[in-house]
Antibody, heavy 128, light 107 residues
Framework: EVELVESGGGLVQPGWSLRLSCTAS????????VSWFRQAPGRGLEWVGF??????????EYAASVRGRFNILRDDSRSITYLQMNSLRTDDTGTYYC???????????????????WGQGTLVTVSS | DIQMTQSPSSLSASVGDRVTIICRAS??????LSWFQQKSGRAPQLLIY???TLQRGVPLRFSGSGSGTHFTLTISSLQPEDFATYYC?????????FGGGTKVDIK
């Protein structure tokens, strides 16, 4: 059974750093891209960023709101993806989800198709 | 960025009703459109991808259609477990963007 489990959330002060983990099981982790999303309390869903598979360099893409502050890494040997969050702001508060995405190749580039399995989420609260 | 606009933002319906939710995109694209269901306090669940492909395990009363800038999610006969918030999402271009959501509650 496919499963993704986020961990590492908590209460931090503005300007602090936090690292979230997403541990996967039930599938060949290295075959999938992994994305992070977040949801502020009472609000809609927001895409945060994703990391490609290693054959395509394991490169990353980020939303403008987090670019330069957040970094996504993957450890395929342990089936874990990390979201390193630096210089946290109060508007980063929310529940953070990881999700896997099947990918496809087009003109030597890797594209994501859709997000078919999600973790249960971990809450991050940034407050003084 | 592609803006995704859902309508309505909320609706009240009865068990057995046919429900249609619309998602409009600010730019035209092919079928890289997904629909999610989210219940309170839970993670989103994928219902439809590729605009019209039903995710494995999702009941047949859910269907998706559309292309270009106009997409729809239809629930043919609303069931008690379908009361939730629904989101569309495009994966055609980065940043991947969501509609604002449609909350379906009991009339």
């Amino acid at each position: 059974e496919v499963e993704l489990v986020e961990s590492g959330g908590g209460l931090v002060q503005p300007g602090w750093s936090l690292r979230l983990s997403c541990t996967a099981s039930g599938f060949i982790f290295g075959d999938y891209a992994v994305s992070w999303f977040r949801q502020a309390p009472g609000r809609g869903l927001e895409w945060v960023g994703f990391i490609r598979t290693k054959p395509y360099g394991g490169t990353t893409e980020y939303a403008a709101s987090v670019r330069g502050r957040f970094n996504i890494l993957r450890d395929d040997s342990r089936s874990i993806t990390y979201l390193q969050m630096n210089s946290l702001r109060t508007d980063d508060t929310g529940t953070y989800y990881c999700s896997r995405a099947p990918t496809y190749r087009k003109r030597s580039l890797e594209y994501l198709s859709h997000f078919d399995h999600w973790g249960q989420g971990t809450l991050v609260t940034v407050s003084s | 960025d592609i803006q995704m606009t859902q309508s309505p933002s909320s609706l009240s319906a009865s068990v057995g009703d046919r429900v249609t939710i619309i998602c409009r995109a600010s730019q035209t694209f092919s079928n890289y459109l997904s629909w999610f269901q989210q219940k309170s306090g839970r993670a989103p669940q994928l219902l439809i991808y590729g605009a019209s492909t039903l995710q494995r395990g999702v009941p047949l009363r859910f269907s998706g259609s559309g292309s270009g800038t106009h997409f729809t999610l239809t629930i043919s006969s609303l069931q008690p477990e379908d009361f939730a918030t629904y989101y569309c999402q495009q994966t055609y271009s980065i940043p991947f963007t969501f509609g604002g959501g449609t909350k379906v509650d009991i009339k």
